[in-house]
T-cell receptor
Framework: GQNIDQPTEMTATEGAIVQINCTYQ??????LFWYQQHAGEAPTFLSY????GLEEKGRFSSFLSRSKGYSYLLLKELQMKDSASYLC??????????FGAGTRLFVKA | DSGVTQTPKHLITATGQRVTLRCSPR?????VYWYQQSLDQGLQFLIH???????AKGNILERFSAQQFPDLHSELNLSSLELGDSALYFC???????????????FGPGTRLTVL
């Protein structure tokens, strides 16, 4: 079957760095996406990885290891507005996208 | 603003009824996806259309159906509604369907369906 695992909740302090992990077991692999979703709002695209390594985009970075079925999203210089759910999604091939249940991040002052 | 529009924003209806949710993709996007998100749950993929043709089905109930029209807008029809169908329904669009960064999905604001 297809499975994506993420921690349910994390708490971090404003100004700190947090790493949100994602492991996946899918029948194939054709890319991994990270989305941010504030409560009651639409998910918004953060990053895309298809090759092993680190992709950096401002305060956000995403890492992928295809051999380990593992990715992480790194958020630096945390701000209160970063409090949201972070969704890991894998494109296993074909036309489906499998989303993880999301990690709810709480940023405290 | 992602450029994807969905109407209505909110919908309240009764069990047994039928509703239609509408989605207009970003200009130039040929792929439309529908997702259901129940309270405190992840996004559940329902169905994908590319340029008017159904390309993939997820965990979509037989009571639900969808279509994509020649102008590329899409509609999701939900019938014989049950209390458990109450959820946020998101539509997303992307340029292509074949994978890669151009397959990034951009989400509309969602339709919140409440079945009483």
């Amino acid at each position: 079957g297809q499975n994506i695992d993420q921690p349910t909740e994390m708490t971090a302090t404003e100004g700190a760095i947090v790493q949100i992990n994602c492991t996946y077991q899918t029948s194939g692999f054709n890319g991994l996406f990270w989305y941010q979703q504030h409560a009651g709002e639409a998910p918004t695209f953060l990053s895309y990885n298809v090759l092993d390594g680190l992709e950096e985009k401002g305060r956000f970075s995403s890492f992928l290891s295809r051999s380990k079925g593992y990715s992480y999203l790194l958020l630096k210089e945390l701000q209160m507005k970063d409090s949201a759910s972070y969704l890991c999604a894998v494109r296993p091939g074909g036309f489906k996208t499998i989303f993880g249940a999301g990690t709810r991040l709480f940023v405290k002052a | 603003d992602s450029g994807v529009t969905q109407t209505p924003k909110h919908l309240i209806t009764a069990t047994g009824q039928r509703v239609t949710l509408r989605c207009s993709p970003r200009s130039g996007d040929l792929s439309v996806y529908w997702y259901q998100q129940s309270l405190d749950q992840g996004l559940q993929f329902l169905i994908h259309y590319y340029n008017g043709e159904e390309r993939a089905k997820g965990n979509i109930l037989e009571r639900f159906s969808a279509q994509q029209f020649p102008d590329l807008h899409s509609e999701l029809n939900l019938s014989s509604l049950e209390l458990g169908d109450s959820a946020l329904y998101f539509c997303a669009s992307s340029v292509v369907m074949s994978g890669g960064v151009t397959d990034t999905q951009y989400f509309g604001p969602g339709t919140r369906l409440t079945v009483l």
